[in-house]
């Protein structure tokens, strides 16, 4: 079990002071897939790297089994981060090593015999799917391969901990879904706890099975993805929510848009959960006395109940008309973005 | 073919010899000091593995100031210490000093530049896995750079036989010696040309050579 006590760390730059961690507590069980789920900036990559210590956090205490790893000795240290592996979003492997070489380098460090090392980087290329590839180079490899290396190399010296740091941001989405499966694979053959930190809801939404979003170095909500999914509490998740599935369509709907109505405004309503089923819209409009019309719209029902994204148009009506109508949404629970 | 009878050849091979000799021994030399004075300013930078701000600035005036010196006042600057180091400020081993100091902080210098292009994420990961600080330096940060380092040392070598050449002007041997007394002074043209001729097929030779080794080890 990891345990974050009360973390905060702040970076000073330019006599600047940020505080990437802002008393951050948190409990991950043992064996399950964790994610921690933040913008850029919130804080997430600092936070998992106090897990293993990459960076000291400046209070607080990180305990994993009963350990406090804070108070460890240099030499202790690298004992335990021996058994925290981790995996990174630009893989950082060593170019001038081949596949074999990447995945025994961390065995190397842990003083493995020179047989043993070659048995296990076997069974670790099996494992990951990289057969028949152990002599190549990094550089000869596609993103997914690498990303592959990265995932054997971490395992290599058979870690209780698996820290993934966007582990899957920098690849295309059928090689992310593959690297997913891979890690849920792991996980449940190898019972080892798995945190991943991400700014891509559909991967927690794929593996997950609690996560924590983060915001401004806090943790603004934690709960399991059902949970937060059908009834997401904090501004920032309830984006997260109802962006998911769709990087990159939504921006392209909206400029569509924008091309189309230069005049007026657009609004966008995203719905989740249990308010998706009530008429809203209706008993809004009934309200104010300027025509709406509806110009994009997708309600659906995910896996994580339903969901539902809507584009108005409001051509006329003073601002003030304007101001009350978002304001009568979001009383009724609607997440309103005007663009 | 009677130009031809205008070289002493004999006298032509002791000074390519001689010219190789100042450059390669002097570069192993350099290639150790450079190195050792590399990783000492890349770990003792900000950010670095042994950050330590006063050694870092030390060194990083130290090397600026010996740079900064020209090589022709360099071989005066320490004769004192060439005689004391060779018995003599003559010939081609009492050269080597001068060029050793000069060169080794050039060379420092274009290891850190190497050092810093190392990803700092490998570093990071290696950090990661338990890699004690030496194993990053031996098992991560020297292989990692080895492309840029030999691409360096070639460079470094060029430069070098042009500073042999030049220290051949004033005593201690080698084509530079052949090309200013013998071509120069006693208006040879056959073998100032004979001695250029020969100084550029060394530097296209060390420079293939390098181009070559980095073409190979160079997995990126």
């Not at chain 1, 008993?283 to 309600?299: D, E, G, M, Q, R």
Request: with cysteine; proline share 3%.
């Amino acid at each position: 079990m990891i345990q974050l006590k009360d973390i905060i760390k702040i970076f000073t730059t330019k006599g600047e002071d940020i505080h990437a961690v802002r008393n951050v507590t948190l409990d991950i069980n043992d064996g399950e897939i964790f994610g921690i789920i933040g913008y850029s900036g919130a804080g997430k990559s600092t936070l998992v790297r106090i897990i293993n210590q990459l960076e000291k956090q400046d209070s607080g205490e990180v305990i994993i089994n009963g350990t406090d790893i804070g108070k460890l000795k240099d030499s202790e240290l690298r004992k335990e981060r021996q058994k925290i592996g981790m995996i990174f979003q630009h893989f950082n492997l060593l170019w001038s090593r081949t596949v074999e070489e990447n995945i025994a380098f961390p065995l190397e460090i842990a003083k493995v015999g020179k047989e043993e090392r070659q048995k296990r980087v076997d069974e670790l290329i099996k494992l990951v799917g990289l057969e028949g590839r152990g002599k190549a180079y990094p550089s000869e490899l596609s993103g997914g391969q690498k990303q592959r290396i990265g995932i054997a190399r971490a395992l290599a010296n058979n870690p209780e901990i698996l820290l993934c740091d966007e582990a899957t941001s920098a690849l295309d989405p059928d090689t992310t879904e593959s690297i997913l499966d891979l890690l849920k694979r792991i996980n449940k053959e190898l019972g080892i706890t798995i945190v991943m930190i991400t700014h891509q809801m559909e991967v927690v939404q794929k593996i997950c099975h609690r996560i924590a979003v983060m915001s401004d170095g806090r943790i603004v909500e934690e709960g399991t993805v059902k949970d937060i999914f059908e009834n997401p509490k904090h501004e920032v998740t309830k984006r997260f929510v109802t962006n998911v599935d769709s990087n990159g369509k939504i921006e392209k709907i909206q400029k569509e848009l924008k091309e189309l109505y230069p005049f007026g405004q657009i609004v966008r309503l995203s719905f989740t959960g249990e308010i998706s089923k009530k008429p809203i819209l209706d008993t809004v409009l009934k309200k104010v006395n300027f025509p709406v019309s509806i110009v994009n719209a997708n309600i659906g029902h995910s896996q994580i109940g339903p969901m539902g994204v809507m584009y108005v148009h409001i051509s006329n009506g003073t601002e003030s008309e304007y101001q009350e109508f978002v304001k009568l949404l979001r009383d009724e629970g609607v997440i309103v973005e005007v663009l | 073919m009677s130009w031809l009878t205008n070289i002493n050849w004999e006298q032509i091979y002791e000074a390519l010899v001689e010219t190789i000799y100042m450059t390669g021994v002097s570069m192993i030399f350099i290639v150790v000091f450079g190195l050792l004075i590399g990783i000492l300013l890349y770990c003792t930078q900000t950010g670095g593995l042994y950050e330590n701000k006063y050694i870092s600035k030390v060194v990083d005036v130290t090397v600026n100031v010996l740079r900064a010196i020209p090589f022709i006042i360099m071989v005066f600057l320490i004769i004192p210490f060439t005689k004391f180091l060779c018995g003599t400020m003559l010939g081609a081993t009492a050269a080597i000093p001068s060029l050793v100091f000069t060169a080794s902080p050039f060379f420092a210098r274009l290891c850190v530049i190497a050092f810093n292009e190392v990803d700092k994420g490998t570093i990071e990961a290696s950090e990661a896995m338990g890699a004690s600080k030496f194993e990053i330096i031996t098992k991560v940060l020297l292989p990692e750079a080895l492309p840029a380092i030999v691409s360096g040392i070639s460079v470094t070598a060029v430069t070098l036989v042009g500073y042999t050449a030049m220290s051949g002007a004033i005593g201690a041997g080698g084509l530079g010696n052949v090309a200013y007394l013998y071509g120069f002074s006693r208006r040879n043209g056959t073998i100032l040309y004979m001695a250029t001729a020969m100084v550029v097929i060394i530097v296209f030779i060390l420079q293939g050579i390098g181009d070559y080794l980095v073409s190979k080890i160079d997995k990126r």
